[in-house]
Nanobody, 123 residues
Framework: QVQLVESGGGLVQAGGSLRLSCAAS????????MGWFRQAPGKDREFVAV????????DYADSVKGRFTISRDNAKNTVYLQMNSLKPEDTAVYYC????????????????WGQGTQVTVSS
């Protein structure tokens, strides 16, 4: 497992942008597939995006495709989520997560989780 710390959340108006960052504590991060998930009040945690440790692949939930971009900088042990054209329905706590084996949309494949960062989009 790796320790993950998210930052960059906040309050933004609809149509605005935010960039979330997730810093990992260990070099093993570099071999982890990294994902972002989110959980809105009263709802289950849902997949947002994942990026492969090889940089070769990225996958997005349909609800964010074309608006969000996941990226990583292995030299900095950091993964990012650039969020553009934000909507009120994007309001949630966003979690960074690491999966040592699987390139996956399922939270069950991730063994490392951050504490979450709140994103609130006002209409």
């Amino acid at each position: 497992q790796v320790q993950l710390v998210e930052s960059g959340g906040g309050l933004v108006q609809a149509g605005g942008s935010l960039r979330l960052s997730c810093a990992a504590s260990e070099r093993t991060f570099r071999t982890y597939n990294m994902g972002w998930f989110r959980q809105a009040p009263g709802k289950d945690r849902e997949f947002v995006a994942v990026i492969a440790w090889t940089f070769s692949s990225a996958d997005y939930a349909d609800s964010v495709k074309g608006r969000f971009t996941i990226s990583r900088d292995n030299a900095k042990n950091t993964v990012y989520l650039q969020m553009n054209s934000l909507k009120p329905e994007d309001t949630a706590v966003y979690y960074c997560a690491g999966a040592p084996q699987f390139y996956s949309r399922s939270s069950r494949d991730y063994d490392s989780w951050g504490q979450g960062t709140q994103v609130t989009v006002s209409s």
